[in-house]
């Protein structure tokens, strides 16, 4: 059975570096693409980006200038920094896995990570 | 943009729910596909993938789920609510980038 286990820091001052990993236990790594989307607070879903094994990412323009993702296939990781975060990108995070030749079909998430932004 | 249909949905146990998905463009990809997804957000449980494109009931997903559309519009259909169905549900179109999601519809049992 698949599991998306993430972590990572859930307090952050505003211009610093939001930092998530999401670890995948079992199922293949190179099959899917891996995406990171987060809620804020009683809101709907947003994108934020994939990366697939080989480390190719689509990321959202709106993020796009502040987002790096990253993949370890060693250690079946792939992780998420956000760079000057402000109180709007306080959210709950998850990391999921999309099946590559189901685009959407988002099969497996997280468990989620709630991350907030205060001074 | 996606555009969802009721965004609250009250529901007698037994009874059907229909929620709308409506997309500003097209969602048919050049490969032929149509890239439409529906999510179920259960209060506690991890986000479950219900249907992907457009109608393909995903594994351990109950018959009474089903998925249909074309084009621009997309319907997810429960043919008898269950308690166990209370939650919202997104549509996501994966035809183009950036992904989006529908804002939402809240299904609960009158």
């Known amino acids: 059975q698949v599991q998306l286990q993430q972590w990572g820091a859930g307090l952050l001052k505003p211009s610093e570096t939001l930092s998530l990993i999401c670890a995948v236990y079992g199922g293949s790594f190179s099959d899917y693409y891996w995406s990171w989307i987060r809620q804020s607070p009683g809101k709907g879903l947003e994108w934020i980006g994939e990366i697939d094994h080989r480390g190719g990412t689509n990321y959202n323009p709106s993020l796009k200038s502040r987002v790096t993702m990253s993949v370890d296939e060693s250690k079946n990781q792939f992780s998420l920094k956000l760079n000057s975060v402000t109180a709007a990108d306080t959210a709950v995070y998850y990391c999921?896995?999309?099946?590559?030749?189901?685009?959407?079909?988002?099969?497996?998430w997280g468990q989620g990570t709630l991350v907030t932004v205060s001074s | 943009v996606m555009t969802q249909t009721p965004l609250s949905s009250p529901v007698t146990l037994g009874q059907p729910a229909s929620i709308s998905c409506r997309s500003s463009?097209?969602?048919?990809?050049?490969?032929?596909?149509?890239?439409l997804s529906w999510l179920q957000q259960r209060p506690g449980q991890p986000i479950r993938l219900l249907i992907y494109?457009?109608?393909n009931r995903f594994s351990g997903v109950p018959d009474r789920f089903s998925g249909s559309g074309a084009g621009t519009d997309f319907t997810l259909k429960i043919s008898r609510v269950e308690a166990e169905d209370v939650g919202v549900y997104y549509c996501?179109?994966?035809?183009?980038?950036?992904?989006?999601f529908g804002q939402g519809t809240k299904v609960e049992i009158k």
């Open positions: 494109k457009v109608s």
């Open positions: 996501v179109q994966a035809t183009q980038f950036p992904r989006t």
């Open positions: 463009q097209s969602l048919v990809h050049s490969d032929g596909n149509t890239y």
């Open positions: 999921a896995r999309e099946i590559l030749v189901a685009r959407g079909a988002f099969d497996n």
